[in-house]
């Protein structure tokens, strides 16, 4: 018997502030997709792991960050104002939303500035770590995991350092995702049942944290793919291999952890595609004894339970 884990990399415009040509649509949409997510996940009783960029805590800021030790320019597009007024900037309400949700949801760390973690230095990482840290405690919060920017794992003795426990690790590939074969599989074997979904293991790392790596991106065939494969079966494919990951984790060891980001929800069909997987979940939790649970509490049930040192890295 295994369990569900869903993941959420909340970062509403921190997540292309460093690109030159920012998804609008994803942006625009990211504060509306986000509470109706949070309202879905309470209709059916489903916690997630909510992976907030920290300076979404933030519901104001002097846009210098001047003690931050990232290169010059980096916290540039940060307007410097509060959130009713740049509120793609800060999420502090967003975050209250998350906490007093229904459904017993776990806030995780996205880094405090959406830094790339395997391509940046020690110190800034660790600086990021602090800012995470100590906002989430102003607000009476443990951080325990750690989703990577756009899924670059590094400083992992950092992270152990912090106080966090466990992290999404990238998903295993498998055939279908390389080449020529595994592109015309998703377009055309999907839908037969001929692709399962992978199941994950979650490790205990060589610093103690645990590795919850995931299973599938719920917004990773988009475009032509999905509209090729809608039309071919009259079915969403995302819908289709999710439940397949359920299934196999109701009856079978492991773990299927699924993970987007809200600003992937920008149409209707997008959170059609959510209330499916949702709905099937949580039919499938109540006449089975699968269960739905959040990073943290997969990293808890793992390792022991004498708590570990903590050694903060620099001033705090
Ligand atoms: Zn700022």
């Keep these: 018997m295994g369990s569900v884990v869903l993941s959420l990399d909340a970062e509403l415009a921190w997540g292309f502030h460093d690109l030159d040509d920012p998804p609008g649509d994803r942006v625009e949409s990211s504060r509306e997709s986000w509470l109706r997510l949070l309202e879905l996940f309470d209709d059916f009783d489903v916690p997630a792991t909510w992976a907030v960029v920290g300076h979404l805590m933030l519901d104001s800021c002097d846009g210098e960050h001047s003690d931050h030790p990232t290169p010059d320019g980096w916290f540039d597009p940060d307007p410097g104002t509060w ?139 988009e475009g032509r793919g999905r509209a090729l494969a809608e039309r071919a079966t009259g079915a969403d494919p995302m819908v289709e291999m999710a439940t397949r990951g359920i299934d196999r984790a109701a009856s079978e060891d492991g773990v299927f952890h699924m993970w987007l980001h809200p600003n992937n929800l920008t149409e209707e069909r997008d959170f059609e595609r959510m209330a499916a997987i949702l709905e099937h979940l949580a039919a499938v939790r109540d006449r089975t004894s699968l269960a739905v649970e959040t990073m943290g509490e997969i990293a808890a049930d793992l390792r022991d339970d004498e708590p570990r040192p903590r050694e903060p890295i620099g001033p705090r």
């Design 83 to 221: 959130e009713g007024r740049d509120d793609r900037w800060y999420g502090a309400e967003l975050v209250d939303a998350v906490e007093d949700a229904d459904a017993d949801h776990e806030v995780a760390s996205h880094t405090f500035s959406h830094v790339e973690f395997a391509h940046t230095s020690r110190e800034i990482a660790a600086a990021e770590m602090r800012e995470c840290v100590e906002l989430a405690e102003d607000r009476g919060l443990s951080l325990d995991s750690m989703v990577f920017p756009r899924n670059y794992v590094g400083h992992r003795d950092v992270l152990a350092a912090y106080g966090l426990t466990a992290y999404r690790g990238t998903q295993p590939r498998r055939w279908y995702d390389r080449g020529v074969l595994g592109s015309a599989s998703k377009l055309l074997g999907w839908p037969t049942g001929a692709v399962s979904p992978t199941l994950v293991t979650p490790e205990i790392d060589e610093y103690g944290l645990v590795n919850v790596p995931a299973s599938l991106f719920l917004f990773g065939f």
